[in-house]
Every structure is written in C-alpha cells, then in structure tokens.
C-alpha cells in the first residue's frame, strides 16, 4: 500500500506570496491532518479534516486555511506569506478521526520564505 | 494547555546499549499517547501507540509504558544499533483531540 504522498517535496516562495500544499493520504484513510514543523516551536497541530468537514483547530491565524475533498486528498494554503512560515510541513492521515487511530505521516514539504 | 517534555534533549550511546527515553505531560487527560521516529528532513514514523487504558506495549526491540497518573512515558529501546540513530518524539492526544508533540530526544548510536 503507497504511503501518504504530499506535493511539491520543495518550495520557495517570497513575503506576499501564497502557496498551496497538497497530500493524499493512504488508500482508504478518511482523516487528514496537517502540522508545521519549526526548530524553535517543534511539532504544532494546525487543523484536521474528516469526511470534507475541518474537525479541529489549531492556533494559527487565518492566513492558514485548508480543504479536503471526496477522494479524502487535502489541501492546505497559507496566504499573505511571512518569514515566519519558513517550515517542514508534515500532514498525517488515519483510518478514522479519533484518538484510537495511529496517525501515518507523509515526507513533508519544505517551504523556504525569503 | 496540555504541555510535552522529553528528556534529555540528546543522547549518545555505544552500540549495544539498551536506551531509555523519557516523556512528561501535564494533562493527564489523555486518550493516547504515541512515540515516534524521526529521520533528519523525513517525516514521522509511528512506532508505538498506546491506548489510555493501556499500560505499556511492545514491539520488537522496542517497549513503551505509560502512567497516565504521574504523567510519564518511557520508551525503551533494546541491544541499540547505530540504525537506531533519529530524534525520537512524543505525542499525546487530550481531550481537545489536538495532537500535542514533545521537542524530541536526538539519539545517537556509536558503532
């Protein structure tokens, strides 16, 4: 079974800007959920989709929204780009949402603001 | 808010020495918690999870328990091998179901 695959793997993007990061999860995961990933805040949850809905939250500003479709592949997008968004972000899927499911992460996107 | 540490931040062993990984949480309102692997610009790879109910669980080389009442998990790694060589971190699941991450303990295995 392919594991969760997110696109592009590499981003370079300037203050201003916006971006969209995509990841599909495994075959016949329903939840997805995304995290950024800097070495000064470590791992932060930033928001979680099951079934087309946005279950849960974290706490980051509305420039960071996101989206799940049928097939259950997300999206997620970060607007009005600012130095501080330099980050891995990492997206997970699970069979269901909930917290008896191991969450299965994919590679990352590395996105570079200058 | 429900706060991760892991302890200590880095580790360097000889091969063949068994480790030990701690984690602290200060909710003990959780409904898992789960220890992962993390290769330099990889993602996480799940090693073990264990169910709030549970008190610890095994696999292969690798043993975790946990004491929710104390707020404490320990993974153990047996018989290390410089494989064995990543950031390992922590995760517990709270009630707000926002999955709450350590900063990770990098371990490093000498041959």
């Known amino acids: 079974k392919a594991g969760v695959t997110q696109t592009p793997r590499y981003l370079i993007k300037t203050r201003g800007q916006q971006v969209t990061l995509s990841c599909s999860p495994i075959s016949g995961h329903r939840s997805v959920s995304w995290y950024q990933q800097t070495p000064g805040q470590g791992l932060q949850f930033l928001f979680e989709?099951?079934?087309?809905?946005?279950?849960n939250k974290g706490n980051f500003p509305g420039r960071f929204s996101g989206r799940q479709f049928s097939n259950s592949r997300s999206e997620m997008n970060v607007s009005t780009l600012e130095l501080g968004d330099s980050a891995l972000y990492l997206c997970?899927?699970?069979?269901?949402?909930?917290?008896?499911?191991?969450?299965?992460f994919g590679p990352g996107t590395r996105l570079l603001v200058l | 808010k429900q706060e991760v540490t892991q302890i200590p931040a880095a580790l360097s062993v000889p091969e063949g020495e068994n480790l030990v990984l701690n984690c602290s949480f200060t909710?003990?309102?959780?409904?898992?918690l789960q220890w992962f692997r993390q290769d330099p610009g990889k993602g996480l790879t799940s090693l073990l999870l264990i169910q709030s109910s549970q008190r610890e669980q095994t696999s292969g080389r690798l043993n975790a328990s946990l004491d929710k009442s104390s707020g404490r998990s320990t993974l153990y790694i047996a018989a290390s091998q410089p494989g064995d060589s990543a950031t390992y971190l922590c995760a517990v699941y709270p009630n707000d179901y926002k999955l709450s991450f350590g900063a990770g303990t990098t371990v490093t295995v000498r041959a």
């Open positions: 997970a899927s699970a069979v269901e949402a909930g917290a008896q499911e191991t969450q299965y």
């Open positions: 989709y099951f079934s087309e809905t946005q279950r």
């Open positions: 909710d003990s309102a959780i409904y898992n």
